[in-house]
């Protein structure tokens, strides 16, 4: 059996070698590093990928979001409403702007925010909405588009987990993840669905004024040349990440067909064992329908129910099996983010969710001999 890893950048590398290759190969001949013409072909292929109007390509996820908030002239003590289960990059960006982060419980079937948590969290002082698209799959975008509405709140998607995800309207219209709310971000670093080899990020919106606000954002505040009409950043996605980017859009679908093949496999195989609950899809189908579009399984996270997820982290590590837990500690109680507004009793999801999640290995390279092997391992820890 090969190797079994996390993340199998390697494997899939080789798949793509003479394409990525060549694209690299051609940055460096035309010397073009810095906003060259593969930045912006690769702007115009993700914005019709994703069938939006505007795509602003930068340094990185975290940049994204931050640059997001921004745009929309969000001001200090001005409140935000995250999810608590995710990673810390976006409350961090909210409180570096000085906003207000105002951390809510999520879903314990889904684990993306829970509408009625932010619903109850709203205040004269609210301005938005970020939800995270957590794991692959997007959180509930109509009631939250709906709350946004009756509240005059902007929805910045943190979409760094789902680039490829569709969310399915309530009418059946499909829209694809992060390009749903007034603007959404995602990462390309290397591990993501969508990854570079190296840092990456872009920024998504249908709106022309907000699309053009970002553009001069991320380069230092400059609309034109030297004329410097707000305070910006320095936030570039480099030429030779762009060139490996393009090479890989064209295969995002079948990745994400890959992942959610492998994930069907798992999910499968755990079908019926009574301490394990296998992540639920929006639509229901458990990750097990072979149709399904919603998720495009960024991780394949389990919940071990019997209080065993500790022995099962070090008894997987034995076997050569590599796994994590996304996330082990709750936003509210991180050093840099408690807050003495937060109540224990306001988490009580969050709370069971860092004891009983368990991510597995997830990637385009599983095979079904390493599959078995890891299904066969985690169901005899888990029932002995
Ligand atoms: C990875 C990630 C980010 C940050 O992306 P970087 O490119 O690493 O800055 C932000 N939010 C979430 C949910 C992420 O998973």
């Known amino acids: ?179 749903i709310g007034h603007v959404g971000s995602t990462s390309f670093f290397p591990s993501k669905n969508l990854g570079a080899y190296g840092d990456g990020g872009a920024i998504f919106t249908n709106d022309d004024d907000l699309a053009h606000t970002l553009r001069g954002i991320v380069n230092h505040g400059m609309y034109e040349r030297y004329h410097h009409d707000v305070i910006g950043v320095n936030s570039r996605l480099d030429s030779i990440q762009a060139a490996v980017l393009r090479a890989k859009l064209p295969k995002l679908d079948n990745y994400c067909n890959r992942r959610r093949a492998a994930a069907r496999k798992y999910s499968r195989a755990f079908s019926g064992q009574p301490n394990i609950t296998v992540p639920k899809t929006v639509n229901g189908c ?18 071990i129910t019997n209080g065993k997820r500790d022995g099962l982290v070090a008894h997987l590590s034995e076997n050569g099996i590599p796994c994590g837990v996304y996330y082990p500690i709750p936003l509210h109680r991180q050093k840099a983010y408690a807050d003495a507004r937060y109540d224990e009793n306001d988490f009580p999801v969050t709370n069971q969710l860092i004891k009983e999640v368990i991510s597995l290995p997830m990637h385009t390279e599983l095979d079904d001999e390493q599959i078995a092997f890891i299904t066969k391992t985690v169901i005899d820890f888990v029932i002995e």
């Open 1 to 179: 059996m090969r190797k079994i890893q996390m993340v199998d950048l390697g494997g899939q590398y080789r798949g793509i070698q003479e394409q990525v290759n060549a694209a690299i190969t051609s940055v460096m001949e035309t010397s073009a590093f810095i906003n060259g013409p593969e930045v912006h072909a690769f702007q115009k292929e993700l914005e019709a990928y994703l069938g939006v109007k505007h795509v602003i390509p930068c340094g990185n996820g975290t940049d994204a979001l931050q640059i997001a908030m921004m745009g929309l002239g969000l001001e200090p003590g001005d409140e935000v409403i995250t999810a608590d289960f995710t990673f810390a990059a976006t409350v961090e960006v909210i409180a570096l702007l000085q906003l207000t982060p105002v951390l809510v419980d999520v879903d314990p079937e889904t684990f993306n925010i829970d509408v009625a948590a932010i619903e109850r969290s709203i205040t004269p002082k609210t301005k938005a909405i970020v939800p995270v698209h957590l794991f692959g799959q997007c959180a509930p975008m109509d009631a939250i588009l709906a709350l946004a509405e009756k509240h005059d709140l902007y929805v910045i998607e943190d979409n760094a987990q789902a680039i490829g995800a569709n969310h399915t309207f309530s009418d059946g219209r499909k829209q694809k993840a992060g390009t």
């Open 286 to 303: 458990e990750g097990i329908c072979s149709t399904c579009d919603c998720h495009v399984f960024h991780q394949y996270t389990l919940k």
